[in-house]
């Protein structure tokens, strides 16, 4: 009999702390940003990936504020659980699955680390690893990833509880929902998730299913395709052979030296599915419904970086791999999902337990197509698309009961809708056009008709909608000091022109309105407008928001002195903020003001000073100043908890105190051939070593 039931869980964590208050206002983009492709993409469907690209986080604000600790943290997690199996979710993050186990064989299926640390590898910045994460949207990790979402009890044909994840994505203004079932009897976890696009255009659909598996000596990820293309984060993807590649077997992980995806080339036709085994021939089993076709392997690789980076994220003793399902080929690309398409398709995860002679038997056709084989007798494709076919009207069936609370914006969303006395979106077809939110493309639209299945309870509603629901209810932001944190962003078009509507009117023409419609014009791309704006705020009130973000524009235009003026005004404000000090100190870097770097060093709040980020400016300051051993002791003494995925910034500072070390000792200048010397022949610290690339 299946069973649904909210519990605690509780795990040794980092505490991942609050939002950060500036908005993310990235630079122009990278010109090989095209270079993860499929290389058989035409010129045309390069162009509606570049279209449906989303740069930088926002409406959404940076979760940057975690930290290092291990203490013991209570997390609410919903237990879907029959006879056989029981499946655990995490619903203050994600709703991740966390635990799939196998009650008759007692074994975890997926990977658990020894501890939840976040980490700088997500497109908000905060991840962590383990478990199933459901990526939506938009690539680099999804907005929700941690954060929570809601949770309903849904009743299925049969009476049997289902539990349903959903949520609003801010990104394109559309839903999501996962239904979560396990029949009566069965060592089976379905999840059927859902994807609406509510505009009247095509819109940009992204969906990966990122299953992390233990990583182990003699575990083979076996999956049905010859092809694949791997991308090792340098220069761009090639179609290769599977599995030997250089004389390396990579379907097994702990042979792979370096970093890298694998996105692998299912044949038409052939069922998508994918799993890990072990040497015996047991693990996981992912398969899905036609429509999920993409399957990747991802690796840290088993070089220092590599190792770093797994003890970074799990603790020491743990590793992990990546197992993934996608809609695309490749991980870097979109799908055209046409205006008002609902899509939904079903995953199976099972455990697989095949012939280990077989499995790891020198013959690679032979082994997929045993696994294959064992996988049709344990679920074959038919019966898993007739059970997609069967559930589609659960999809719609209204909750029983609300489990879990996630974010009010889709609660916020629905009062949008609702203005001028129009009904909510859920009640009628199509709203008109005061709706109008973006597509990929730009174009406002009106938003077809929500689901009964999705409910966004009024409750929800909290302090970061409160002042958008005052613009909606009253034509103005409220006033507060600029000393206070300016709130959560909103960018797209309807709450855009809201705001330009408020500014002509005395009640809303202040500092904090004119300061997000900077935001807003930035996120449009539209630089003048927004430098404008912010121009705009400060002559209302001066604020350290205004001044920040006009440094970031200089910035990024290449005015490096002008910017770092402007950060100093900036900071001046609010010197307790270490986001804002942090990026002041780079500022200064940049523009090679190491006197002034030094003098607002000393400035700082003891509290501020202490933070890893600020803890490798001063490093960098004393490098610069000829105290080398000063900033190796910051060295040792650091804990970045930010560290970014794919960042060189420790070892490339470490390497540049040991140039000048061996300059000065030889009394020779720093020029190329010293500095390919040093890293040829010197070793940094594993501890301060998160190079993906190097073996």
């Known amino acids: 009999m299946t069973e649904l039931c909210i519990e605690n869980y509780t795990i040794p964590a980092s505490v991942l702390g609050g939002k950060n208050p500036l908005p993310d206002l990235p630079g122009p983009p990278a010109p090989d940003a095209t270079s993860a492709f499929d290389p058989n993409m035409t010129e045309a469907e390069r162009a509606f990936q570049k279209a449906a690209e989303v740069r930088g986080c926002l409406p959404y604000r940076i979760q940057d504020a975690y930290d290092r600790s291990e203490a013991p943290r ?60 459901w990526n939506v949207a938009v690539r680099g990790h999804a907005a929700y990833t941690c954060s929570p979402v809601f949770a309903s009890r849904v009743a299925a044909g049969d009476g049997s509880p289902v539990l349903r994840l959903y949520e609003f994505d801010r990104f394109r203004c559309f839903l999501f929902q996962i239904d979560f079932l396990m029949p009566d009897g069965e060592a089976m976890l379905l999840v059927r998730p859902r994807l609406l696009n509510p505009h009247a255009d095509t819109a940009a659909a992204y969906w990966w299913s990122n299953i992390a598996v233990e990583e182990a000596a003699g575990h083979r990820v076996v999956v049905p395709a010859d092809r694949a293309y791997p991308y090792g984060y340098q220069g761009r993807m090639e179609e290769v052979a599977v599995p030997v590649r250089d004389g390396i077997d990579t379907s097994y992980p702990t042979r792979i030296p370096t970093a890298r995806d694998c996105f692998y080339r299912i044949p038409p036709g052939n069922r998508p599915w994918i799993a890990s085994l072990d040497g015996g021939g047991a693990g996981l089993v992912h398969a899905s419904t036609a429509r999920l076709k ?54 199976a995860y099972m455990l697989m337990e095949a012939d280990p002679a077989v499995v790891h038997g020198a013959d690679w056709t032979a082994s997929h197509r045993h696994v294959q084989e064992r996988l049709d007798a344990l679920l074959p494709q038919t019966r898993l698309e ?75 509603l909290g302090e970061d909608q409160a002042p958008w629901l005052a613009l909606l209810d009253k034509g103005a932001l409220p006033r507060h000091d600029p000393a206070q944190a300016p709130g959560a962003w909103m960018t797209a078009a309807p709450w855009r022109r809201r ?68 950060y100093l005004r900036a900071a001046e ?53 000829g105290d080398l051993a000063g900033a190796e002791a910051i060295l040792e003494r650091i804990e970045l908890a930010d560290v970014r995925e794919g960042e060189i910034a420790l070892t490339d500072l470490w ?38 690339s190097q073996a």
């Open 573 to 625: 404000l609010k010197p307790d903020l270490p986001e804002l000090q942090t990026e002041c100190g780079r500022a200064l870097t940049e523009a090679g003001r190491f006197a002034d770097l030094d003098r607002w060093l000393n400035g700082l709040p003891q509290a501020v000073r202490r933070s890893g980020r600020i803890e490798m400016l001063a490093a960098r300051a004393a490098t610069e100043r």
């Open 655 to 692: 390497f540049s105190i040991q140039e000048k070390r061996l300059a000065a000792a030889e009394g020779v200048p720093i020029d190329d051939a010293l500095k390919e010397r040093v890293r040829r022949t010197l070793k940094p610290p594993k501890r301060l070593d998160y190079r993906m």
């Open 386 to 460: 007739a059970l997609h076919g069967e559930t589609a009207a659960l999809a719609d069936r209204r909750p029983e009961e609300i489990l879990f609370r996630g974010s009010g914006w889709g609660a916020l969303d629905e009062r949008l809708l609702g203005w001028h006395g129009h009904a909510p979106l859920r009640d009628r077809a199509l709203s008109d056009a005061t709706h109008g939110h973006p597509t990929a493309g730009g174009r406002a639209t009106p938003a077809a008709q929500w689901p009964a299945g999705i409910v966004f309870e009024e409750a929800s």
């Open 294 to 347: 993409g399957r990747k392997l991802f690796v840290w690789g088993m070089g220092p970086g590599g190792r770093r980076w797994q003890q970074h994220l799990g603790g020491r003793g743990t590793a992990y791999v990546e197992i993934q399902g996608g809609l695309a080929r490749t991980q870097s690309e979109y799908v055209s999902m046409p205006a008002r398409a609902d899509w939904s398709w079903t995953e």
């Open 74 to 133: 209570p997390l609410r997690a919903a237990v879907l659980e029959n006879e056989r199996l029981r499946a655990t979710f995490l619903l203050e993050l994600g709703g991740r699955l966390w635990s799939l186990y196998h009650k008759a064989r007692r074994r975890e299926l997926l990977y658990q680390p020894k501890v939840l640390h976040f980490a700088n590898v997500a497109l908000r910045n905060a991840w962590f690893a383990g478990g199933v994460e």
């Open 499 to 566: 705001l330009a509507e408020s500014a002509r009117t005395p009640a809303g023409d202040h500092w904090l309105t004119w300061l997000h419609l900077g935001v807003a014009a930035h996120r449009a791309g539209e630089m003048a407008e927004a430098a404008e704006a912010w121009r705009k705020s400060l002559a209302r009130q001066p604020s350290a928001w205004a001044y920040r973000n006009l440094a970031v524009l200089a910035r990024h235009q290449g005015r490096a002195g002008e910017a770092a003026d402007l």
